[in-house]
C-alpha cells in the first residue's frame, strides 16, 4: 500500500477555512432526512479485519449518499439570497444531492456531468427535476462548462469542497460520530475532492483532536493523496478506477491547504481491496455499496497492523451503484467463494 503519515496535531492551525460554529449551525439547515444516520458495531466485520469497526451509514437517505448535506447547506443560504439557479459539475452524487436540495426550495438546477458519468446516477438526477448537460471527457472537462453556463447565464456555481458549505455540511458527520459513537482510535474517510475529509477531520481535530483522521483514496485516481505527500498541488492526467465519485485529477488549492492541517494519515489503496472491501460490507454487513463507500474498508485490508485491535470508524458514503457492475464486482465473487467452501 502507498501511505504517508503526518504526526498528529493537537488542533487545527491556519489556515483554515472552516469553522466550528458554522458546521454546528448548518445542522438546523439540513433535511431531517439526511441527518441522524444509522451508526453501528458491525462484529461480523470487525471480527473479520481485527478491529472494532463502527459503520457510519450514509447511504440512508433518499440519494443514498452523503452530498445531501453539504447541498442542503448551501441551498438554504442560496435561497436566502434570493438565487433562483444553480449550476454544478458531478460525477453523480453531487448532482443527485443539488436536484434534491434544489427542487426542495425552488431553485432549478443544472447538472454537467463527464461521458464517462455512471447512467444510473444520471437518470436519478433528471428524475429529481435537474436539467442535465453531458460533455466529452471526465469531471475535469464537467467543471469548465460548469463554470461557462454559470457566467453565461448568472447561476450560482457549485463546486464541490471548494465551497466551504459541502465541507461544513459534511462535517455534521464528525459531529453525530463524536455525540453517538463512543471513543474512537481512527475515522477512515473516502477522499476524492476532500469535502467529508476535511470537514469531518475538522470536526475532530477541534473536539477529539487525539482521534487519527485517515483519508483514503484510490491508486488509480490519486490527485489529492499526492498532494498531500508533497505538501503543494499535484495533478494528474488521468484516472484509472472504478470508485468514480473520488475520481479527480486536480486538486483544489484551498482544500488541500485544510487537509494538510486535519489529516494524520492518507492511504492509497488497490482496486482489488476496494473490490474485496464491497464484498465484505455485501458478505458481513448486508450493505449494497459504491466503490467509494468501501475505501475505509480496503484500507483496513492492506494495512491490518495499524488497526488492529483498534476501535475505528468508516464513513459509508454512498451506495449509487449500477446493479450490472455490483453483480459483476461483487456478487458473483461472494458466490464463487460459497462455492469453494
Known sequence: MCSEKRSARAGPRAPVRLDLDRIRSAVSRIAPVFRNTPQYVCPPLGEALGCELILKLETANPIRCFKGRGTETVMARLADSGARAAVCASAGNLGQALAYSGRSRGISTTVVAGSSANPYKLERIRALGAAVRIVDGDIEAARRLARQIAAREGAFLLEDSENIDTCEGAGTIGLELL???????????????????T????????????????????????????????????????????????????????????????????????EDSIIAGMRMLYGRAGLIVEPSAALGVAAILEDPSRYSGKRVATIICGGNVIPADFERWVTDGVSRASTAC
Open 179 to 197: 455525540e453517538g459513537a463512543g471513543p474512537l482510535d481512527a475515522v477512515l474517510v473516502a477522499l476524492g475532492g476532500g469535502a467529508m475529509a
Open 199 to 270: 470537514g469531518v477531520g475538522y470536526v475532530f481535530k477541534r473536539l477529539a483532536p487525539r482521534v487519527e483522521i485517515v483519508a483514503v483514496q484510490p491508486k488509480g485516481a490519486p490527485a489529492m493523496a499526492l498532494s498531500w505527500r508533497a505538501g503543494s498541488i499535484v495533478e494528474t492526467d488521468r484516472t484509472d478506477t472504478i470508485a468514480d465519485g473520488v475520481a479527480g485529477r486536480f486538486p483544489i488549492p484551498a482544500v488541500l491547504d485544510d487537509l494538510l492541517v486535519v489529516a494524520d494519515h492518507v492511504a492509497l489503496v488497490e
